[in-house]
Nanobody, 124 residues
Framework: QVQLVESGGGLVQAGGSLRLSCAAS????????MAWFRQAPGKEREFVAA????????YYADSVKGRFTISRDNAKNTVYLQMNSLKPEDTAVYYC?????????????????WGQGTQVTVSS
């Protein structure tokens, strides 16, 4: 079993930055693609960014391209989401997710391991 724990959320003013972390524990030795999703109040959970096991491939939702950067440190079993130029519409609970294998989907149903989420609130 693998457990994911997010951290780094908080309250920030528009234009500010936050860095989210997702630490994996347990049986972490397998190849996994990782992703971030978010869910705003009253809305469906949506894809934000994803990264391949090697870190060479990254994918972003159009709404965050150029502002967010996903990265990973496999030695630390940690995935990061650097969020810059934050906007009020980025306010949401951010979830880290993982799946075995090399494929890096943007579909949440393809991910079978989820963290508990961390709240990000951007004030205007």
């Amino acid at each position: 079993q693998v457990q994911l724990v997010e951290s780094g959320g908080g309250l920030v003013q528009a234009g500010g930055s936050l860095r989210l972390s997702c630490a994996a524990s347990g049986r972490t030795g397998s190849t996994r693609a990782m992703a971030w999703f978010r869910q705003a109040p009253g809305k469906e959970r949506e894809f934000v960014a994803a990264i391949s096991w090697s870190g060479e491939l990254t994918y972003y939702a159009d709404s965050v391209k150029g502002r967010f950067t996903i990265s990973r440190d496999n030695a630390k079993n940690t995935v990061y989401l650097q969020m810059n130029s934050l906007k009020p519409e980025d306010t949401a609970v951010y979830y880290c997710a993982g799946r075995l294998g090399l494929w890096v989907p943007e579909i949440q149903n393809e991910y079978d391991i989820w963290g508990q989420g961390t709240q990000v609130t951007v004030s205007s």
